[in-house]
């Protein structure tokens, strides 16, 4: 049997976790070490997950910096591993049920990856190292207590208030320990003023779908009917609408589907916060999928783009663009997510990152994908066609969003549309 050594202060005090990933097949592969020493973090990748065959990729930019590689950081993680962990509020809030510090990110990765990562990673004891390091107190924690609280479990990557839990014939609910769930239940934002953004991004991916773009499968459910956040019940009350979206990183039988986002492709740091919206634009998004998972799917990277503009979305930055990797090292496009109509909450939102140089939505036009179009290889005739042609969808299928805001809202949105010239333009 593994002996786990315990952390106490007359033992190393190094500390590392094991990096796991789930391939195709359900079986999981040892990747590397996670490892801390004195406020330092660095990630070791073990030579035998280079030389496994059809190994499950783990992140484009450990592709790209090869074997050799041994990425480090002070204090936080590196960059694609702190990608994975709760942002803002969110992470205060794990912190604290956690009693620990928020800018102690490997001690916050130990805590909460044991179950229910993104994709199809998870964090183990580093058994095989021996007595050489010690194992995370953090992941030698309990969580048999009836009352243990599901923020250290199950809450996930971002900003928002948001559980994963597991969607059965039952119903919803917390996951069991171990189990990873399938379904991202969103809660509503309390902050005064921000009332309705379950049901208004609801009403954004069915108008998604209905224009024919890839979107999450989303519905609405009563808090009070989830099993296991009770506390959260209690704090809402019973009746108030959660958005549940169905995780397009599971498979049934339990399996998980690796993904990242495109700020874990890009290496960007997580700790600027505007960094997400800054290190890079809308062109980059394309040239990034579209060179990884082929010119044709830059056509949805438009759709979708014409889409934030025409409902008002400021939050599709680089964590909000992701790849999923179905075979284990292919990546593809993952369906659109987290789309909000923001400028209902944020008045004068822009799109974030720019767009042919600019983010203000009514500066973009047909035109505005034409550097696009040059950079992607799909040229720039076929960019503005493409964006026109969402514009079409979209308006025709507009009518949708009235079911899912209120009627002073759906006015709103629909009188902004006068505004944008990329709207305005195909009239």
């Not at 709760?86 to 604290?96: D, I, K, Q, T, W």
């Not at 009332?195 to 991004?201: I, M, Q």
């Not at 789309?339 to 004068?348: K, L, N, Q, S, W």
Request: some cysteine.
């Amino acid at each position: 049997m593994f002996r786990i050594l315990r952390v106490t202060d007359a033992m190393p005090k190094e500390l590392a976790v094991l990096v796991q990933i789930q391939a195709p097949d359900g079986k999981w592969v040892d990747v590397g070490y996670l490892r801390n020493h004195q406020e330092r973090n660095w990630f070791q990748i073990e030579d035998s997950y280079w030389s496994l065959p059809r190994r499950p990729v783990l992140g484009q930019t450990f592709e790209e910096h090869g074997k050799g590689w041994r990425p480090s950081a002070h204090v936080a993680l590196p960059n694609w591993f702190s990608h994975l962990l709760p942002e803002g509020y969110l992470r205060s809030m794990v912190a604290r049920a956690a009693q620990s510090n928020t800018r102690k990110e490997f001690s916050l990765l130990a805590r909460i990856g044991r179950d229910d990562l993104p994709g199809a990673t998870r964090i183990a004891p580093a058994l095989a190292l021996g007595d050489s390091v010690a194992i995370p107190p953090e992941l030698e924690a309990e969580d048999d207590a009836p009352e243990d609280d599901p923020l250290l479990k199950f809450s996930l990557a971002g900003v928002q208030l948001k559980f994963s839990v597991y969607e059965s014939g039952r119903g919803l609910t917390v996951p069991a320990k171990g189990q990873a769930g399938n379904v991202i239940l969103k809660l509503p934002d309390e902050r005064p003023g921000y009332d309705g953004v379950p049901e208004a991004e609801l009403g954004c991916l069915v108008l998604a779908r209905d224009s024919g773009i890839r979107a999450a499968d989303a519905f609405l459910v009563e808090l009070g009917s989830v099993t296991g956040l009770e506390k959260w019940t209690r704090r809402m009350g019973v009746e108030t609408k959660a958005l549940a979206v169905r995780r397009f990183d599971r498979r049934p039988g339990d399996l998980r589907v690796h993904m990242e986002e495109v700020a874990q492709v890009l290496n960007i740091s997580a700790r600027q916060e505007r960094a997400k919206y800054l290190k890079a634009n809308h062109e980059t998004v394309g040239a990034i999928v579209g060179g990884l998972s082929g010119p044709e799917v830059v056509g949805e990277i438009i759709d979708r783009t014409v889409l934030n503009v025409m409902v008002g979305n400021g939050d599709a930055h680089l964590k909000n663009w992701a790849l999923l990797y179905p075979d284990g090292r292919r990546p593809v496009l993952s369906p659109a997510y987290d789309i909000v109509p923001t400028v209902i909450y944020v008045p004068g939102d822009d799109l974030g990152m720019k767009l042919a140089g600019a983010r203000r939505f009514e500066a973009v036009t047909s035109k505005s994908f034409d550097l696009m179009g040059e950079r992607t290889g799909i040229g720039v005739e076929s960019a503005r066609v493409r964006a026109r042609d969402a514009v079409v969808r979209i308006r025709e299928h507009w009518g949708v969003l009235r079911d899912y805001v209120t009627a002073d809202r759906y006015h709103t949105l629909t009188e902004r549309l006068g505004s944008l010239r990329l709207f305005t333009d195909v009239q």
